[in-house]
């Protein structure tokens, strides 16, 4: 992974790919993510990121979507 994925040789990047998927199942079998609302998981990252709710107009354009949002009234998109 040094190298950058651009160089890594066809062997290397397989290699890559098989280690990336198996982390993934053992995550998956080991370490499965609670089922949460997406505004509570929304809440947490916010929190663990330093946001705070005075941030999200901006994104969301009024403070109106955003109370929505964060009381599950509005849904998350993309």
């Known amino acids: 992974m040094d190298k950058g994925g651009n160089r890594l040789s066809p062997e290397e990047s397989a ?6 998927i198996l982390v993934q199942a053992y995550d998956d079998r080991h370490h499965p993510l609670p089922q949460v609302a997406p505004n509570e998981m929304f809440t947490y990252l916010m ?22 949002v964060m009381s599950g009234k509005r849904s998350i998109s993309k």
Do not use: N
């Open 47 to 68: 929190k663990t990121s330093g946001r705070t709710v005075k941030d999200l107009p901006p994104v969301f354009g009024t403070r109106g979507r955003v109370s929505e």
């Open 15 to 20: 290699l890559l790919e098989t280690m990336a």
